[in-house]
Every structure is written in C-alpha cells, then in structure tokens.
C-alpha cells in the first residue's frame, strides 16, 4: 500500500566518482573552473589520504605554471583591498584581456577559526567575470600552514593559465612577510590622513613594500591623501639601505571611483620590467622556492611533533614539571625532542 500524502521517492544521488590525479591535472590545464575549485580543495586537505594525491598533481602540475605575474596585496582592515582588488581585476580582466585568480592570506583563518578578510562575495562583480576566480583563505593550521596552501594554490592557479595572481592578506603580524615572500611584487594600500606618525606603519612593512597606494583619493578625502603620499616620500627618504631602484613607487588612487587604478598597475609592472632586467625576477623566485622549502619542512616538524603519540604521552608530565620550576625548560625541550628523533 502507498501513502500518496508522500512525496515522491527521490533517485539516489549519484555517488560522487573520486577523482584521479589525471582527473584534477587534466581539468586544471584546460582550465575548467569546477575542476579548479576542487583541486584547491585537494591541496589545502590536511587528510593525510590526500596527500599523496595532491603531491603527485603538483608535481605534474610544475611544467605549467610559474607563468603567473604574482602580486601580494596588503593594507589595515577598511583601507579598501576587497574595492581595490574588484577594481583592478575588473581593469584587468576587461580592459587588459587577461586572466585573474585572487587568493588570501588570512592571519586570522588558522588562528581563530575567524575571518578578518571575509570572503568571494566581497567582490561579486569580478566573481562574476568568466576570467576571473576569487578563492578565500585556507583556513586550518598555523599561519605558516596557511600560507604554505596559498602558494600551492597559486601554482595550480597559474597551471590552469591564470595571467595575474593576486595574493590579499592584511596589515597583522607575520602575514605580510609570508606574502611579500611569495610574490613578485609587494603593494601596499593606505588610507588618507596618515598624520605624522603615518598610522604607525611599521619600519619592516616599508621595506617589503614594492608600491604604496594611498586609496581613498577622491571628494574631501583627495587632499589628505596627497599629503600622505608626500609623507611617505619623506619617511622612505629617510630609510638608508635600499637601492634607488628598489624604492617604492608612491601614488595615490581611489578604488571606488577607478582613478588611479591604472597607474597603480602600471607601477607594478614597471617594478616587475626593471627585475626582469636585472636579473633579480628569476633569483627571487629561486630563493623563494628554497625558503618554501624550508617553511614546508618546519611546518610538518611542527604538525609531527605536536600529534605524535610519544610526545602526548610525556607532553603533560613535562608541562607540568616546568610550570612547577622543577625542570629547566631546555631539559623538557630535549625530553620532547628524543621522543621524535629516537624514533
Ligand atoms: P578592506 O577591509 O580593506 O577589504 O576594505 P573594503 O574594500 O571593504 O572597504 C572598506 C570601506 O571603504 C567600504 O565602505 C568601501 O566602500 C570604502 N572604500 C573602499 N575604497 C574606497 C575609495 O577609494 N574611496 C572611498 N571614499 N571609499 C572607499
């Protein structure tokens, strides 16, 4: 007998294939954007199960990017990187032909479990363009970790024959030097009104910084914005140690009413010209394959150390020994260590 108040029994769903690696290499090369989404997927799982699987899709994936202009984006919370990053990716997409992806650094994702940078839908109109592909923040594991996913996601982004990757994080600890290290090219935005202090901007960012864009620049806010662009030709005047060539590019711009959005662009490709000119484009690439090198090791040793059941079981003993100034922190340390390296 059948209850015909019940709604008609559903066909099972399709059970999901699981995908090949041939599968991924194959859908990420002819640039199919669902099959790109899903190997971002695939690289950023911390499962141990797809590790294999995302190792093997880099390395074929390897001969195919790197071709990618890469550049990292910084500025505080409000400075207006999401109305930024839609303006210029518009600019690009539509007026230079060219293909976008922007990834995130978000220092916050891995810590917290928060999201300081938000999410795709802050940039629904560039979402929207065909050549363009806006991916969040990885969001599990240290920052270091995090950051680690977005620099394989900028290969797999470049092997699907993205032109220009735009890498966004925020003005907060460590993430803008993790940033600056995997880019070519380091733009910072700023916000009007800068003061004397310069919003306090920090000695080290301006260092990093390749092209400082002080946003904002338009009604009442265009002369203040002016004047701190000065400022900051003053404060880099007074910064030794940095080669003419290698100082920032200054400018102001505003992203919600596209002035100066060009001229931002123009900035960093000339930065990008003059390293390609002299060489140091190629090295700095290099040696920021060896650091990533060596931040995928620390990370793994970090993971390894803090999961490996040898370590678990003395881990709360030992804590509690040196919180009770019973045992030096550096014989703890080396009680911890033997388990990993003895075993
Ligand atoms: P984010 O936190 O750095 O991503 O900043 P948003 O892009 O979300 O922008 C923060 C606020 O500043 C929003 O209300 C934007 O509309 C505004 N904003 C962004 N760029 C400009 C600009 O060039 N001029 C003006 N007047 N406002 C802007």
Redesign the pocket.
């Known amino acids: 007998m059948t209850d015909s108040s019940l709604p008609p029994r559903l066909p099972p769903a399709p059970r999901r294939r699981v995908l090949t690696a041939d599968d991924y290499f194959d859908g990420v090369v002819q640039g199919n954007l669902a099959m790109l989404a899903r190997a971002f997927t695939l690289v950023e799982s911390s499962a141990p199960k797809h590790h294999a699987i995302a190792e093997e899709l880099l390395t074929r994936l390897m001969p195919h990017s790197g071709t990618g202009l890469r550049i990292g984006i910084t500025?505080a919370?409000?400075?207006?990187?999401?109305?930024?990053i839609e303006a210029l990716g518009l600019l690009l997409v539509q007026q230079h032909g060219l293909r976008v992806a922007v990834l995130a650094v978000d220092p916050s994702s891995g810590v917290t479990g928060g999201s300081i940078l938000g999410d795709k839908t802050?940039m629904g109109r560039l979402a929207a363009e065909e050549n363009a592909f806006i991916r969040p923040s990885p969001s599990a594991g240290t920052l270091g970790g995090v950051a680690n996913k977005t620099r394989e996601c900028m290969l797999v982004a470049e092997a699907a024959g993205f032109d220009v990757v735009l890498v966004e994080t925020v003005g907060v600890g460590q993430s803008e030097t993790m940033v600056a290290e995997m880019t070519d090219c380091f733009l910072g935005l700023m916000l009007p009104g800068a003061g004397d202090e310069l919003q306090g901007i920090k000695r080290g960012l301006l260092e990093l910084l390749d092209v400082i864009a002080v946003?904002?620049a338009?009604?009442k806010?265009a002369e203040a914005a002016a004047l701190a662009a000065r400022q900051y030709h003053n404060a880099l005047d007074s910064l030794s140690g940095r080669q003419s060539s290698e100082t920032p590019a200054i400018m102001t711009c505003?992203?919600?009413?596209k002035i100066g959005i060009d001229g931002v662009w123009d900035a960093v490709q000339s930065k990008c010209d003059a390293r390609r000119k002299s060489g140091a484009f190629r090295r700095r690439r290099k040696e920021q394959n060896l650091r990533w090198l060596w931040a995928i090791v620390e990370d793994q040793l970090r993971q390894a150390l803090h999961t490996h059941p040898g370590v678990q079981e003395i881990c709360e003993d030992v804590e509690n020994q040196v919180l009770a100034g019973v045992m030096p922190p550096a014989v703890g340390a080396r009680r911890l260590m033997d388990v990993i390296i003895k075993t």
Not at 254 to 257: C, I, K
């Open positions: 500025g919370p409000g400075a207006g990187k999401s109305t930024f802050r946003n904002k338009d009604g806010n505003s992203a919600l009413a």
